[in-house]
């Protein structure tokens, strides 16, 4: 359960390719809590800094609650890189650490100037390296954005991208892998209730995610490729099932994979992913913000000094 829910905490990415920014350095707090049947099993933050021509983007997950039980972690990562007149993210660096399972890891991956990969430096655990081989990735196909430099560009589109209910695939390189993200939002707004967990409710776009490794694939015997399509067969069916219940929307009956609803914060000029859920052949993960915040970044500083 452990890697398939660690993929769902990443893939809360939309799609945008050209962005706008805030124009003054500004700083945006994010906090959220994933519940597996109710049950706290996770909590995430995230803390996107931009000014003119830079950003910086933190994020922070740590296990909960019954999950701890069975496989105690948190993480970090970050990425910054340099915002281009046009509005396109260049990255500069990202870096992925933490600790799962007893066992510590690190990866850190350097842009040169036109954001392609210049070095990739991994500390992972011997095991975890036997039990996921991957193929080598074309040196064509390594460069940015990594998943988080993708994140800013998703959540700060001046309008949601590719028109009403069409697809659109965006490109991320995270070190070991490229993979090819299908984002699909639907026409119009839908309403999202307010949660026992969180009064942040209110109108917001459904979209619904998929991805696809298109370079680094897991290198498999044949018993391991039979195993893993029928355990991805079984997911895709539990991820694709309609509908069932008006805790977080109601018109994501038609989109696949996982569901994102994403509310317009004007003030700060991003789309926030203020809801998710993705259902897999173990259940159903709903990811839920409970906190946003919205600061200068000037005085933020002074404040804390």
């Known amino acids: 359960?452990?890697?398939?829910?660690?993929?769902?905490?990443?893939?809360?990415?939309?799609?945008?390719?050209?962005?706008?920014?805030?124009?003054?350095?500004?700083?945006?707090?994010?906090?959220?809590?994933?519940?597996?049947?109710?049950?706290?099993?996770?909590?995430?933050?995230?803390?996107?800094?931009?000014?003119?021509?830079?950003?910086?983007?933190?994020?922070?997950?740590?296990?909960?609650?019954?999950?701890?039980?069975?496989?105690?972690?948190?993480?970090?990562?970050?990425?910054?890189?340099?915002?281009?007149?046009?509005?396109?993210?260049?990255?500069?660096?990202?870096?992925?650490?933490?600790?799962?399972?007893?066992?510590?890891y690190r990866r850190m991956i350097r842009y040169d100037d036109t954001g392609r990969v210049a070095g990739i430096e991994q500390d992972w655990p011997e095991e975890w390296l036997k039990d996921d081989k991957r193929e080598p990735v074309p040196e064509d196909q390594q460069a940015g954005p990594d998943p988080l430099s993708l994140l800013v560009s998703a959540v700060s589109g001046a309008a949601l991208p590719g028109g009403v209910e069409s697809d659109r695939v965006w490109r991320s390189f995270?070190?070991?892998?490229?993979?090819?993200?299908?984002?699909?939002?639907?026409?119009?707004?839908?309403?999202?209730?307010e949660s026992r967990h969180s009064p942040i409710a209110g109108e917001a776009v459904a979209c619904g995610l998929t991805s696809e490794i298109v370079a680094g694939k897991p290198i498999e015997t044949e018993k391991e490729r039979r195993k893993r399509e029928k355990r991805e067969a079984k997911e895709l069916a539990a991820r694709d099932k309609g509908h069932d219940d008006e805790r977080d929307g109601t018109r994501d009956a038609d989109l696949k994979g996982l569901r994102l609803w994403l509310q317009r914060d004007e003030a700060a000029g991003l789309w926030l992913p203020i809801r998710a859920r993705m259902r897999s052949g173990w259940g159903t993960v709903r990811m839920i913000m409970v906190e946003s915040e919205l600061s200068d970044s000037a005085t933020e500083s002074a404040t804390s000094r």
Request: hydrophobic letters at 35%.
């Open 1 to 104: 359960m452990t890697a398939s829910f660690k993929s769902v905490c990443v893939r809360v990415a939309a799609a945008a390719v050209l962005i706008a920014l805030p124009a003054s350095a500004e700083t945006h707090q994010a906090s959220y809590e994933f519940r597996w049947g109710g049950l706290l099993i996770g909590e995430s933050d995230v803390r996107l800094t931009t000014d003119d021509d830079s950003y910086r983007i933190e994020t922070t997950f740590r296990t909960r609650g019954l999950l701890s039980l069975f496989s105690k972690g948190e993480s970090r990562a970050s990425a910054t890189g340099d915002i281009l007149p046009d509005g396109r993210l260049v990255p500069d660096q990202y870096v992925s650490e933490g600790r799962w399972g007893g066992d510590d």
């Open 174 to 193: 995270e070190g070991r892998s490229v993979i090819d993200f299908r984002v699909r939002c639907l026409d119009g707004m839908d309403e999202v209730p």
